[in-house]
């Protein structure tokens, strides 16, 4: 039998860096999605392959190689395993459609699937709580202090309100007429070491930066009820101001200021970082007649032009046969 499942990658419209100190924010799902393929093995070993990595690592229990990228997936996979008292061998087939280090959830998409597939592989009951829960555990692994939104959004989809010390909200509103294009710097970065540097910033200069992260916090309130009166004038607005929140603690740079002032200039409601910042992508809100416009302002000077639309769907999973 084998089994597979999906979750979709996401986007923070506003609030990233702040909800790690429990600050609201507010991510919506894309329509990009990593894929899992799980089928049962005859031992005790868990085997992952990871086609956009290029890799293939095997995991015996007591000689785990947890230097390997794919051993979070391996961390997860077996703490709900073992919560079932299973003990059972597997094969995981990744590939995704969600870019690797680029602020869109690729790692904890991967994990949301993963742990749905093997889920529903041994027939272990499991809530999306639960699912979510079991990839919050391999993005400690990968970020150290992640804030919990991305297994959040990839679990269960939409728009979400998300505050660390309270959890999440989905967001009604109607976004068909909402496009988000993503904009690749070509810089690479790590959403770690960007998170630490920001919480080292802000105890440095604590009664300077408290001020800017109540202020992101009433931003991300005001963006919600933006959403939720199908306001995206607004919302674009709230998301530049956002941006000049970010930028004020360090985590723009020269390339990214360029492409998300090119976008706004094409005609994009708003533009900002999306995710940790010093390099990965910038999003830009718009509507489906400035598509064009937008993705022609960008295409000199980014690498990559995704162009997305808000997925509804968290994860989900079938039998293959």
């Given at each position: 039998?084998?089994?597979k499942?999906?979750?979709p990658?996401?986007?923070?419209?506003?609030?990233?860096?702040f909800?790690?100190?429990n600050?609201?924010?507010?991510?919506?799902?894309?329509?990009?999605?990593?894929?899992?393929v799980a089928?049962e093995?005859n031992?005790?070993?868990v085997?992952?392959?990871?086609?956009?990595?290029?890799?293939r690592?095997?995991f015996?229990?007591?000689s785990?190689?947890?230097?390997?990228?794919?051993?979070?997936?391996?961390?997860?996979?077996?703490?709900?395993?073992?919560r079932?008292g299973?003990?059972?061998?597997?094969?995981?087939?990744?590939?995704?459609?969600i870019?690797?280090?680029a602020?869109?959830?690729?790692?904890?998409?991967?994990?949301?699937?993963?742990v749905?597939?093997?889920?529903?592989?041994?027939?272990v009951?499991?809530?999306?709580d639960?699912?979510s829960?079991?990839?919050y555990?391999?993005e400690t692994?990968?970020?150290?202090?992640?804030?919990?939104i991305?297994?959040?959004?990839?679990?269960?989809?939409?728009?979400i309100a998300?505050?660390?010390?309270?959890g999440?909200i989905?967001?009604?509103?109607?976004?068909?007429?909402a496009?988000?294009?993503?904009?690749?710097?070509?810089?690479?970065?790590?959403?770690?070491?960007?998170?630490?540097?920001?919480?080292k910033?802000?105890?440095?200069?604590?009664?300077i930066m408290?001020?800017l992260?109540?202020?992101?916090?009433?931003?991300?309130?005001?963006?919600g009820?933006?959403?939720?009166?199908?306001?995206?004038?607004?919302?674009?607005?709230?998301?530049?101001?956002?941006?000049?929140?970010l930028s004020?603690?360090?985590?723009?740079?020269q390339?990214?200021?360029?492409?998300?002032?090119?976008?706004r200039?094409?005609g994009?409601l708003?533009?900002?970082?999306?995710?940790?910042?010093?390099?990965?992508?910038?999003?830009?809100?718009?509507?489906g007649?400035?598509?064009?416009?937008?993705k022609?302002a960008?295409k000199d000077?980014?690498?990559?032009?995704?162009?997305?639309?808000?997925?509804?769907?968290?994860?989900?999973?079938?039998?293959?046969?």
């Amino acid at each position: 039998m084998k089994v597979k499942a999906s979750a979709p990658g996401k986007t923070i419209l506003v609030g990233e860096h702040f909800v790690v100190e429990n600050e609201p924010a507010i991510a919506t799902a894309i329509n990009l999605r990593a894929y899992v393929v799980a089928e049962e093995r005859n031992d005790n070993v868990v085997e992952i392959i990871s086609d956009n990595l290029n890799l293939r690592e095997v995991f015996m229990e007591g000689s785990e190689n947890r230097n390997s990228p794919l051993y979070p997936i391996h961390h997860a996979v077996r703490y709900i395993m073992e919560r079932a008292g299973l003990s059972k061998g597997i094969v995981l087939r990744i590939s995704s459609e969600i870019p690797v280090a680029a602020g869109m959830g690729s790692s904890a998409a991967t994990a949301v699937a993963a742990v749905a597939a093997v889920s529903r592989l041994f027939g272990v009951k499991v809530t999306k709580d639960d699912i979510s829960r079991a990839a919050y555990i391999a993005e400690t692994i990968v970020h150290g202090k992640p804030s919990g939104i991305d297994n959040t959004v990839s679990t269960y989809g939409g728009v979400i309100a998300f505050r660390k010390n309270e959890g999440f909200i989905r967001l009604k509103g109607n976004f068909t007429t909402a496009f988000l294009i993503l904009a690749d710097s070509g810089i690479h970065r790590n959403t770690g070491s960007m998170v630490k540097k920001v919480l080292k910033l802000k105890k440095k200069y604590p009664n300077i930066m408290e001020p800017l992260y109540h202020a992101a916090g009433r931003l991300a309130i005001e963006a919600g009820k933006a959403i939720e009166m199908e306001d995206l004038e607004k919302l674009g607005e709230l998301m530049n101001i956002n941006h000049g929140l970010l930028s004020a603690i360090g985590v723009s740079n020269q390339k990214l200021e360029e492409l998300i002032y090119r976008a706004r200039s094409a005609g994009a409601l708003g533009s900002k970082i999306t995710g940790a910042g010093g390099g990965g992508f910038i999003i830009a809100l718009c509507t489906g007649e400035r598509v064009e416009e937008v993705k022609n302002a960008l295409k000199d000077v980014s690498k990559r032009i995704i162009v997305t639309r808000i997925e509804n769907e968290g994860v989900r999973a079938e039998d293959l046969d």
